[in-house]
């Protein structure tokens, strides 16, 4: 119990501060886009917990194990760090470096659209991010990669806290599919996700609406079902037609360039500050 207590609060001391960093400035954890990173968040994630392993295996060698002779032999407490939590990590560094590289190379070739996340009002970027894709939506693919990954970290820790002093969990070989799997299916999305336009935001003044977002080469825009002659800035990337007559927001907008369509994008006219009387 006591060393299961220790291993807990070396994990708290040793995740928290990473947590707080994070969250107060998620860069390391951002894509291109300044979205957060999917393969990059669970890449980072699984390397917590094996530094943390380690370390607690290591601590508890050097105190209750009773020193050197703790790791020695070929049922030690580390004899399966090569067969299973080194798969278990490789996965998902895998998958982060090929995803980088894929979309780096489609992004080159314009063969998919990456347009900036539009700004939060706390700086802070939603955790929803991980599991959806560039215009809000859920991705099946990235929701079940992050929750199997989820699910294989939650199953190694608690099997760890149960038993301390055995070293690492004797975990099946065959685990490293818990993440492997889910990793390729979420690189193979990587190529086959087709370069939809993307909406992030709009504006509306002097009865014009200006859209914002990326993929808009040969883009028409729909304004409440309504198609309307749009003027693409190739300084900005952005969309600025005329509004319809009788429009008035919410609207609800969708851009089609070549064939295809971005998501449907709800625009709401921002709420008037209350003024203060004296």
Same mark, same amino acid.
Not at 66 to 93: E, K, M, Q, W
Not at 114 to 127: E, H, I, M, S, V
Not at 200 to 213: F, K, L, P, Q, Y
């Given at each position: ?39 990059? +968040? *669970?890449?980072? !994630?699984? &390397? =917590? /917990? ?7 295996? $290591?601590?508890?060698?050097?105190? %209750? ?29 895998? +998958? *982060?470096?090929? !995803?980088? &590289? =894929? /979309? ?7 063969? $998919?659209?990456?347009?900036?996340? %539009? ?36 199953? =190694? /820790? ?52 200006? /859209? ?67």
């Amino acid at each position: 119990m006591t060393s299961a207590l220790c291993a807990l609060l070396l994990l708290a001391a040793l995740a928290g501060p990473i947590c707080l960093r994070l969250r107060r400035n998620p860069a390391l954890i951002t894509g291109r886009d300044g979205r957060l990173s999917t393969s990059t +968040a *669970l890449a980072l !994630a699984w &390397t =917590v /917990v094996l530094v943390w392993l380690l370390l607690a295996v $290591l601590g508890h060698g050097f105190t %209750a194990g009773g020193g050197v002779a703790y790791f020695r032999g070929t049922d030690g407490p580390l004899s399966n760090l090569t067969t299973v939590y080194l798969p278990l990590l490789g996965g998902p560094y895998v +998958a *982060l470096i090929a !995803a980088k &590289t =894929v /979309v780096g190379l489609r992004v080159e070739h314009g063969s $998919l659209a990456k347009p900036p996340a %539009a700004p939060t009002p706390t700086g802070r970027r939603p955790l929803r991010e991980l599991i959806a894709n560039d215009s809000g939506r859920t991705d099946l693919v990235d929701l079940q990669y992050v929750t199997l990954s989820a699910v294989t970290m939650l199953y =190694v /820790v608690l099997f760890f806290l149960a038993d301390v002093g055995t070293g690492l969990p004797r975990l099946p070989e065959e685990i490293w599919a818990l993440t492997g799997a889910p990793a390729g299916a979420y690189l193979v999305n990587k190529f086959a996700t087709r370069a939809n336009p993307v909406i992030t935001g709009a504006a509306v003044s002097g009865g014009h609406v200006t /859209v914002e977002g990326g993929g808009f080469a040969d883009a028409r825009l729909t304004v409440d079902g309504t198609t309307v002659p749009a003027l693409a800035d190739p300084l900005t990337g952005t969309l600025t037609a005329p509004l319809p007559p009788g429009s008035h927001p919410p609207l609800t907008l969708v851009v089609t360039s070549r064939g295809l369509r971005s998501d449907p994008y709800c625009y709401e006219a921002p709420a008037i500050p209350a003024q203060r009387t004296t």
